[in-house]
């Protein structure tokens, strides 16, 4: 069965520490994964996206690493802000014929001054 | 660009009443997404349409939701009858190409929709 699952469910850290959101999936064929922010009362906004090939992808301060071996990701926030507070939802597709999503929990971030 | 837009922002209804939720897609944008959310079930694609053409809409629950995209710059999804379940907030996104997974896909703000 596709299933994404996304740890910790919500986490707390002080402004300017950096953390660390982790994404499993068991999605098969495998496409591509995409980590999306989803700032409180608005729509998801993509941050990445990998495919089988890539292992790291930066966009500013956020970086995501991707082991298809393992079949996990991650999402490294450094030097966090006010601004990060938000959730984070792991987003992986399989390769079918119009790319079956699948999407994760989500992950609760809150920075706290 | 103002993006996707959606309308209700908000809408309260009562159980058994038709809901219509409306979108508009980035100008030049060729696929139209519909997502629901849950606190319990999290994002859900109900339907997709490429071209105006309904492409996958495997996630629609049932036959109480029916969706129409009548035109490149215009979407619609209906609930009737409406039920208390059915309260979630509905996303409409957009994409430039067939919809495929690698492409970027830009939400709206969503309609809050609570059925009572």
């Known amino acids: 069965k596709n299933q994404v699952e996304q740890s910790p469910q919500s986490l707390i850290i002080l402004e300017g520490k950096n953390c660390t959101l982790q994404?499993?999936?068991?999605?098969?064929?495998?496409?591509?994964l995409r980590w999306y922010k989803q700032d409180t009362g608005r729509g998801p906004v993509s941050l990445t996206i990998?495919?089988?090939?890539?292992n790291t992808k930066s966009n500013g301060r956020y970086t995501a690493t991707l082991d298809a071996d393992t079949k996990q990701s991650s999402l490294h926030i450094t030097a966090s802000q006010l601004s990060d507070s938000a959730s984070y939802i792991c987003?992986?597709?399989?390769?079918?014929?119009?790319?079956?999503?699948?999407f994760g929990p989500g992950t609760s971030l809150s920075v706290i001054p | 660009d103002a993006g996707v837009i959606q309308s209700p922002r908000h809408e309260v209804t009562e159980m058994g009443q038709e809901v219509t939720l409306r979108c508009k897609p980035i100008?030049?944008?060729?696929?139209l997404f519909w997502y629901r959310q849950t606190m319990m079930r999290g994002l859900e694609l109900l339907i997709y349409?490429?071209?105006?053409?309904?492409?996958?809409d495997s996630g629609m629950p049932e036959d109480r939701f029916s969706a129409k995209m009548p035109n490149a710059s215009f979407s619609t999804l209906k609930i009737q009858p409406s039920e208390p379940r059915d309260s979630a907030v509905y996303f409409c996104?957009?994409?430039?190409?067939?919809?495929?997974?690698?492409?970027?896909?830009?939400f709206g703000p969503g309609t809050r929709l609570l059925v009572l």
């Open positions: 996104a957009s994409s430039l190409g067939e919809g495929r997974a690698q492409e970027t896909q830009y």
């Open positions: 994404c499993n999936y068991t999605v098969s064929p495998f496409s591509n």
């Open positions: 990998m495919t089988f090939s890539e």
């Open positions: 987003v992986v597709s399989a390769r079918t014929s119009y790319d079956k999503v699948i």
């Open positions: 100008s030049g944008h060729n696929s």
């Open positions: 349409f490429n071209n105006n053409v309904p492409i996958d």
